[in-house]
């Protein structure tokens, strides 16, 4: 059996250690906040996450850009040159064109290298939903599954794969055209905290508008309870928009009512930061559907 990489974006959000002890590649996404453009590195050589929701705070704005069909196709050759197969787990193809870019450079370099398999994977997933996916896949890469196999159990366990968040603020989402600016102002106004999730087509979509953070932040945990699968047997991840306190308080809410396997927590990287904004904080377990 050949060899083979899993590669990813930095939009899954996964720190350098565990990236680190999966063995996977990450490509970093670029991302512009005022008139400097910066890379999404996990190590965070360019731009500390906390000095990134620092700006945002003070009232700099952030836009990111997708990843060129050049750059997936000078990082896939650069593994297929060295006699290994790629398989590459996108950024959901409804919230960017990242994916899309993917596909052109696999289409192109499997031309090139017909005796190799460039397999590239749509997770509709985003954050450390993205993130868990890859987690899952490395883990059963490393214990052996091969490229093939574990393709077929990628699309087959994707759309198990739960995203649940909610935001502090409405602005981003307002900017995002996640909710109107009528919408932005009266829920600001009434303390309204909108709970969203990732929905089958990789689309970030409202569930339910609740009033007060403490309760939008217990609702997460209500909507684990309903779907999770086996949780005392799951690794289950939490990413926040620079709000590690409440982010430790649902993470302590899961642990007591279910009694999870583990959980791994990081920020939300400023890729999707710009778009949901400090105080965001996700959960991202595996349910019966999402």
């Given at each position: 059996?050949?060899?083979?990489?899993?590669?990813?974006?930095?939009?899954?959000?996964?720190?350098?250690?565990?990236?680190?002890?999966?063995?996977?590649?990450?490509?970093?996404?670029?991302?512009?906040?005022?008139?400097?453009?910066?890379?999404?590195?996990?190590?965070?050589?360019?731009?500390?996450?906390?000095?990134?929701?620092?700006?945002?705070?003070?009232?700099?704005?952030?836009?990111?850009?997708?990843?060129?069909?050049?750059?997936?196709?000078?990082?896939?050759?650069?593994?297929?040159?060295?006699?290994?197969?790629?398989?590459?787990?996108?950024?959901?193809?409804?919230?960017?064109?990242?994916?899309?870019?993917?596909?052109?450079?696999?289409?192109?370099?499997?031309?090139?290298?017909?005796?190799?398999?460039?397999?590239?994977?749509?997770?509709?997933?985003?954050s450390m939903g993205e993130g868990l996916l890859v987690y899952h896949a490395a883990t059963r890469k490393n214990s052996g599954m091969n490229i093939d196999?574990?393709?077929?159990?990628?699309?087959?366990?994707?759309?198990?794969?739960?995203?649940?968040?909610?935001?502090?603020?409405?602005?981003?989402?307002?900017?995002?055209?996640?909710?109107?600016?009528?919408?932005?102002f009266l829920g600001t106004m009434l303390g309204i905290k909108p709970v969203l999730?990732?929905?089958?087509?990789?689309?970030?979509?409202?569930?339910?508008?609740?009033?007060?953070?403490?309760?939008?932040?217990?609702?997460?945990?209500?909507?684990?309870?309903?779907?999770?699968?086996?949780?005392?047997?799951?690794?289950?991840?939490?990413?926040?928009?620079?709000?590690?306190?409440?982010?430790?308080?649902?993470?302590?809410?899961?642990?007591?009512?279910?009694?999870?396997?583990?959980?791994?927590?990081?920020?939300?990287?400023?890729?999707?930061?710009?778009?949901?904004?400090?105080?965001?904080?996700?959960?991202?377990?595996?349910?019966?559907?999402?």
């Amino acid at each position: 059996m050949r060899d083979y990489v899993i590669i990813t974006d930095s939009t899954s959000d996964l720190t350098s250690d565990l990236i680190n002890e999966l063995g996977i590649t990450v490509i970093p996404m670029e991302f512009n906040v005022g008139d400097k453009s910066y890379l999404n590195y996990s190590d965070e050589r360019e731009i500390t996450y906390k000095e990134f929701y620092s700006l945002l705070r003070n009232g700099e704005s952030s836009s990111t850009s997708l990843v060129n069909t050049a750059t997936f196709m000078d990082l896939f050759e650069s593994f297929l040159k060295e006699g290994k197969d790629v398989l590459y787990m996108g950024f959901s193809s409804g919230l960017s064109g990242t994916y899309n870019s993917s596909c052109v450079a696999a289409q192109t370099l499997q031309e090139k290298y017909p005796d190799s398999k460039i397999y590239t994977v749509d997770t509709l997933s985003a954050s450390m939903g993205e993130g868990l996916l890859v987690y899952h896949a490395a883990t059963r890469k490393n214990s052996g599954m091969n490229i093939d196999d574990l393709r077929d159990w990628i699309e087959d366990n994707k759309l198990k794969l739960c995203h649940w968040f909610t935001v502090d603020d409405l602005y981003h989402l307002k900017k995002g055209g996640r909710v109107s600016a009528t919408a932005a102002f009266l829920g600001t106004m009434l303390g309204i905290k909108p709970v969203l999730h990732v929905d089958n087509e990789g689309h970030l979509i409202p569930v339910e508008k609740v009033r007060g953070r403490k309760i939008s932040i217990t609702t997460l945990l209500k909507m684990m309870e309903k779907t999770a699968i086996k949780p005392e047997e799951q690794t289950i991840f939490i990413s926040h928009g620079d709000c590690l306190e409440e982010a430790e308080s649902l993470a302590n809410l899961i642990r007591e009512k279910l009694n999870v396997k583990d959980i791994k927590m990081n920020y939300i990287g400023p890729v999707i930061g710009s778009h949901s904004g400090p105080g965001t904080i996700a959960l991202f377990f595996l349910g019966t559907e999402r």
